[in-house]
Every structure is written in structure tokens, then in C-alpha cells.
């Protein structure tokens, strides 16, 4: 029986078997940040220990960075001194940092990839849930906590439970306008938000071959809300096009080598799952979240449900949610009023997204009780979009042009939504306060989708609005 891609990367990187059982799991790249960071530095310093392996530790800020005035000092104190705390802290530490003034500067989990740091066959950890955004590429990728960060500067390695693995295929072929987005929103209604729970998801069928290396992040990006502790993707020659010539991958003269040690990576056609599941895309339609986790979600022509549609351990929470959204058992999704449409976050922020967004606004404007964002996920991404004139075509559909960074996904920078606020969001999380506000109210949908909420000042299908020309570009979706 053959072997799955985390059984052998998993094997590759263990170091020993702890008494607890556990697996003690070496690190191969370390991506570090502002917010979960501080304390861990603090508790190398207080105890005289290094950062074990600089090397493999790269720093950036994105959580609390503003995305219109990126002077500093930045007005908010608190923010100010995360980034003075990290600029510190990596000076002191040896660890190279991605700062504002750097053209590498943007969300974690964009810059990895788009630099070449995540390569296939890697085990990855970061002091961020979805770092499982990485497994697009091959990589065995973990969020960690503030204590777990603590761990990976100071030994470079993991205590891990060793995880089952769940492999999720996606057959048939994706409508026009239809997303990875919605793959991935459709696969977490069907598994729920704790169905992943214990597993790697290891995604995999004809859709997910075909599927772009913007598009495998976003699936992988939200392996993490349906409960998983880590997704995946085989690496393949798609993945291998995306690396060749990165400033992090390995250079020509070594890439052919390399190639073959990822390609025997991947996980091996008679490997042994613990779980199979297929979805069938065809069947698929834009979604969208009516409630407060990303499991509650349905697609564009649905009906919101009521707690008699759903198991009784569900009906409680269906009750809160219809309560807190202010939806209506029955009623439809498309036709939600939005006051808020934010284009960003580390699951849909890459420049095919940005594409895709633009086109749908392209020549027309945002309705006028929309406010709309536009935030890129890296310094690279906007200066390539800017590159293209996609922030012009932004701008006169009536959108705000931001800097890079993770902004409203999260709220913990000025951008956040204001009391009551409803906002289309091409973020992962909808819980209560995401956004910024105690009240605010999020629905997740697809960045095109987003654009076509805020043009029409509520939600509606993207698909009346998608031309014949879409499928040309690398946002495509085949
Ligand atoms: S964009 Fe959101 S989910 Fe992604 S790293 Fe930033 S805060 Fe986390």
C-alpha cells in the first residue's frame, strides 16, 4: 500500500516520538508576524536562548498595518508599538523582516508563496490559523499559538499529534462564475466546521487539477474552518510553473533536481486514506454565508434555512444566527441588502482575484450607499495591479485603492465596520466582531461576487453579470 503526501513528509521531517505520543516535527520555514510574535521573542530573551535556525524564519507585518496612511509613527499607539516591538525583536534575533518600506511586505500567507519560500515537500508553521493556505503547494502547513511560536524560534521543531488523512475529490466541471471560493464553502457546508477535526484534507480531482496555484491557496486557505489542522495539494506541473524562477526557489541550474524529489512527494496512487469524500462541481453555484460560521452558507438562489431544516444538536445555533444576521427563516440570500464590500485577505487577494473583481466593475459603479475596499494581499500584488490599471478601474467603479495588508478581514487596523454594518466579504471568517465591529454582520462569497454586491447594493449572482471572454486570464476557472 502506498503512502499519502503527509505520511512522507511527515516521516521526513520527524525528529523522535515524545513520551506523550507525540510527534517531535522539525520545521523547515517559519513565517512570523506582529501579533502572535511579541511574547514568544520575550520568552527567548528572558532565558538567553537565540532563534535556533534564522535561516528559516521570515518576518512581516499585515494584522495591524494601516492601508491608507502607512506613516510613522502610526496614529494608532498600540499598533505602533507591535511594529516597533517586532522591528526590535527581529534586529536583536537575526530575522530577516519584510517591513513597510520593503517591496517582499504583505500578508503572510501571499508573500510565501509569491516569493518561493513555500516549496512542495515542506513542513511549514506560522503563528496564524490559516496557514494551511500553504498546502497548495505540496507543504505540510500548520497555524500555531503564541507558545508553539515560542517553540519553532527556539528548537525549530513541533509537538504534533499525528493527523488522519481525509481525500477530498472535486469532479465535474465549474459553471461560469463559479469559484475556488465556492468550492471550498461547499465542501465546508458538507463536512461542517468540525468535520475536518483530527484530519488533513488532501484535495485532489479533475476540478483541482485544473485549478490555478491562486485558486488550490484559496481551498487549502480555508482547510482550517471546516475543522482541518492542515490542507493539501499534490504538487504537480502547475505548481512546479508557479515556482520556476521565484527568488526563493531553487535556482535553474538545481530546479530539475528538485522537481524530481517534489514529484515523488506527492502522495502515491494506491496511498491509503483514513476518509474519501467527492463533491461534484458541476452541481455548484456562487455561495454565500447567511450566518455566523462558514458552514452556514448556501448558494445564490437558496433560501435562508430555519432551525426545522437542520438536525436538532444545529437548531439552536441556526436560531442565534437568523437572530443575530437579522435574516428570515425562508427567505432568499440573493436581495440581502450590503453596506460594506471588501475585496482582500489572505483567501482572495492575489492578483487573479483582482482581475476578476475588476472585470466584473469594469465600466460600471459601486451603488451609492456602498462603501468599497480594495486591499491587496502583498506589495506585489498591488504594484502588479497598479501595473495593469486595475486600481483605475477600481477607483472610477468607486472603490478604495488600500495599501497591503490583512485590514478588514480582522479589523484590527482602522478598517473595520461601523455598528450594524453588513459586509460582503472576500475574507474567511464571519463570526461575530470579525470585522471590527461587536454588531457587524458578515456574508463570505467569492471576490466577484463581492464586486457584483456592491454594484448592485445587495447580494446577487455573479453569473448575470460574467461575460463570454471569462476563462482567458489566471484567474480562470476551468
Ligand atoms: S488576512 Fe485574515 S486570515 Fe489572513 S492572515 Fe490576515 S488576519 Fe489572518
Redesign the pocket.
Given at each position: 500500500m502506498g503512502q499519502t503526501l503527509l505520511q512522507k513528509v511527515w516521516d521526513a521531517h520527524t525528529v523522535r516520538t515524545l513520551p506523550t505520543g507525540q510527534t517531535q516535527l522539525f520545521v523547515g520555514l517559519h513565517l512570523v508576524h506582529e501579533v502572535t510574535s511579541p511574547q514568544a521573542f520575550d520568552a527567548l530573551r528572558s532565558r538567553g536562548w537565540p532563534v535556533r535556525f534564522p535561516g528559516r524564519t521570515f518576518a512581516t507585518v499585515?494584522?495591524i498595518v494601516p492601508t491608507r496612511d502607512t506613516r510613522r509613527p502610526f496614529q494608532d499607539v498600540m499598533a505602533e508599538e507591535m511594529m516597533a516591538a517586532l522591528e526590535r525583536n527581529c534586529r536583536e534575533f537575526g530575522v530577516p523582516l519584510w517591513d513597510l518600506s520593503h517591496d517582499h511586505q504583505g500578508?503572510?500567507?501571499v508573500i510565501g508563496p509569491e516569493l518561493g519560500l513555500t516549496q512542495p515537500g515542506m513542513t511549514i508553521a506560522c503563528g496564524?490559523s490559516?496557514t494551511s493556505t500553504h498546502g497548495a503547494f505540496g507543504a505540510v502547513a500548520f497555524g500555531i499559538g503564541t507558545s508553539q511560536v515560542r517553540d519553532v524560534l527556539a528548537s525549530q521543531c513541533l509537538a504534533m499529534e499525528r493527523l488522519k488523512v481525509r481525500r477530498i475529490d472535486v469532479t465535474g466541471i465549474l459553471e461560469e462564475g463559479v469559484y475556488a471560493k465556492d468550492v471550498i464553502l461547499a465542501i465546508i457546508q458538507r463536512l461542517g466546521v468540525k468535520g475536518g477535526v483530527g484530519y488533513a484534507y488532501e484535495y485532489g480531482g479533475p476540478v483541482v487539477d485544473r485549478l490555478t496555484m491562486d485558486e488550490r491557496m484559496t481551498i487549502c486557505n480555508m482547510s482550517i474552518e471546516g475543522g482541518a489542522r492542515a490542507g493539501y495539494v499534490n504538487p504537480d506541473e502547475t505548481t512546479f510553473a508557479y515556482l520556476r524562477g521565484r527568488p526563493y526557489a531553487p535556482p535553474a541550474d538545481a530546479f530539475e533536481r528538485a522537481t524530481g524529489f517534489w514529484r515523488e512527494t506527492a502522495s502515491d496512487a494506491d496511498a491509503d486514506y483514513d476518509d474519501r469524500t467527492t463533491i461534484d462541481a458541476s452541481a455548484l453555484e456562487p455561495m454565500v454565508t447567511w450566518g455566523l460560521h462558514p458552514g452556514q452558507s448556501i448558494g445564490v438562489t437558496g433560501r435562508v434555512p430555519g432551525p426545522g431544516d437542520v438536525p436538532g444538536d444545529d437548531r439552536a445555533a441556526v436560531t442565534e444566527a437568523l437572530a443575530f444576521m437579522g435574516m428570515a427563516a425562508g427567505a432568499p440570500i440573493a436581495g440581502t441588502p450590503i453596506d460594506v464590500a471588501f475585496i482582500g485577505?489572505?483567501t482572495n487577494s492575489r492578483l487573479s482575484d483582482l482581475r476578476e473583481a475588476a472585470r466584473i466593475v469594469a465600466g460600471r459603479r459601486i451603488a451609492p450607499r456602498v462603501t468599497g475596499l480594495v486591499v491587496p494581499g502583498s506589495r506585489a500584488v498591488r504594484d502588479a495591479a497598479e501595473r495593469e490599471g486595475l486600481h483605475e478601474v477600481f477607483r472610477a467603479a468607486g472603490f478604495d485603492w488600500r495599501e497591503a495588508g490583512?485590514s478588514m478581514?480582522?479589523g484590527m487596523n482602522p478598517d473595520k465596520l461601523v455598528g450594524r454594518q453588513t459586509s460582503a466579504s472576500s475574507?474567511?471568517r464571519n463570526f461575530r466582531g470579525r470585522q471590527g465591529s461587536p454588531t457587524g454582520r458578515t456574508l463570505l462569497m467569492s471576490p466577484a461576487m463581492v464586486a457584483a454586491a456592491a454594484l448592485a447594493g445587495e447580494v446577487i449572482d455573479v453569473r448575470h453579470l460574467v461575460g463570454a471572454g471569462r476563462g482567458t486570464g489566471e484567474g480562470a476557472t476551468s
Open positions: 499585515d494584522h500578508i503572510v500567507h496564524d490559516h485577505s489572505c490583512c478581514c480582522l475574507s474567511n
